[in-house]
């Protein structure tokens, strides 16, 4: 694991086509999540980059990816295990698509629990606010 640079982009693009077909990050806001969070955007993997989180300092996960041949492999599991050790909040938090029920039970799988709703979060789909 290690932090993000920019010649990363181009495969976390890719990762991110795979994750969120409908509703993929564009380089123009992982650029801008970047500048914003430099310290805290971290990538997996040693040739290949394999998954990305980035989350601000305080620990709310704005967005983790896992190329889907290499789920279930642990990794979405030590990028998050990241925020627990890092974050200077009192909680770390995420939303998550209310049909996302994999996510979901990955997330609760470490520890967080629904919290409340954002209606249309999504525009037309709410949003899960998990924490932990
Ligand atoms: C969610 C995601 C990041 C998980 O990454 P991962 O590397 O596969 O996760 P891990 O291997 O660490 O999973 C740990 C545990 O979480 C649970 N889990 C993970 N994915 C799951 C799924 N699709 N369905 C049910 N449980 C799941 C399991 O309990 C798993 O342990 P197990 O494999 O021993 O059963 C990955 O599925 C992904 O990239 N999804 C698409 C993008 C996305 O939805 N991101 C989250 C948006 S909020």
Do not use: C
């Amino acid at each position: 694991m290690r932090l993000f640079t920019s010649s990363d982009m181009d495969r976390i693009l890719e990762i991110e086509a795979q994750a969120f077909p409908k509703s993929p990050y564009s380089r123009r806001i992982l650029t801008s999540l970047y500048q914003s969070n430099p310290t805290t955007f971290l990538v997996y993997g040693e040739e290949e980059i394999l998954g990305y989180l980035v989350y601000t300092p305080e620990g709310h996960i704005i967005s983790i990816a896992v190329d889907p041949r290499h789920r279930r492999k642990g990794i979405g599991t030590q990028l998050v295990r990241e925020v627990f050790g890092n974050s200077t909040g009192e909680f770390i938090w995420v939303e998550v698509r209310e049909t996302n029920t994999g996510a979901q039970a990955f997330y609760e799988k470490l520890g967080f629990r629904k919290k409340g709703i954002i209606p249309r979060y999504y525009w037309t789909e709410d949003a899960h606010i998990m924490v932990r």
